[in-house]
């Protein structure tokens, strides 16, 4: 019996096309996990909720983490291959960007390995980055949040590979070439 997981993780940036890239891999009949972080963004603006990044980084933490670990469990024992856009280890990154201590929940998770490796990571891609009314960081800013990112990958110790910066066709066959 295969004991490793089932979810790839496509972390990185923000605006370096995790998301298309993750859009494209379910095309190809993968299952995917969408970016927890943006579904609770467009959440609370639809609500006019306040647990956004830049009005209550805690709150939204707090809600980042119960929807990935939520999101994460329905494909627990799903057996085929998942990838996830984005996951506990951006979460950790978001908390130690606020410098405070990740709820113990999100510990626990990072704990049990819960990722397939290697971590597919998309670096920094100034010709491609939008703003938008979810992504409202700067490219200096998405610069530091990916360094952030490589920091707890390398703290946790798993393995990561760069996917090039090339289309997302070519990325696709990228990831799909590395899996098989």
Avoid: C
Avoid at 28 to 50: D, F
Avoid at 70 to 95: C, P, Q
Avoid at 158 to 176: A, D, G, L, N, Y
């Amino acid at each position: 019996m295969n004991n490793k997981p089932s979810i790839y993780l496509i972390t990185g940036a923000s605006g370096a096309g995790k998301t298309s890239l993750i859009n494209a891999i379910s095309e190809r009949n993968y299952s995917i996990i969408k970016e927890s972080g943006r579904i609770i963004v467009e959440e609370q603006l639809r609500t006019s909720g306040t647990a956004l990044p830049w009005k209550d980084g805690l709150a939204f933490g707090e809600k980042l983490v119960d929807h990935t670990i939520t999101s994460m469990k329905k494909y627990k024992e799903h057996g085929n291959v998942v990838f996830s856009d984005r996951g506990l280890v951006d979460n950790i990154a978001w908390f130690n960007s606020l410098k405070v201590n990740p709820p113990q929940k999100l510990i626990n998770a990072i704990k049990a390995r819960p990722y397939r490796e290697p971590i597919f990571v998309l670096a920094p891609w100034q010709e491609i980055y939008v703003q938008d009314e979810i992504r409202n960081k700067s490219f200096n800013q998405a610069l530091d949040e990916y360094d952030a990112i490589m920091t707890e990958l390398a703290n946790l110790g798993w393995e990561t590979i760069q996917v090039p910066k090339t289309s997302i066709h070519s990325r696709v066959e990228f990831i799909e070439n590395y899996i098989s």
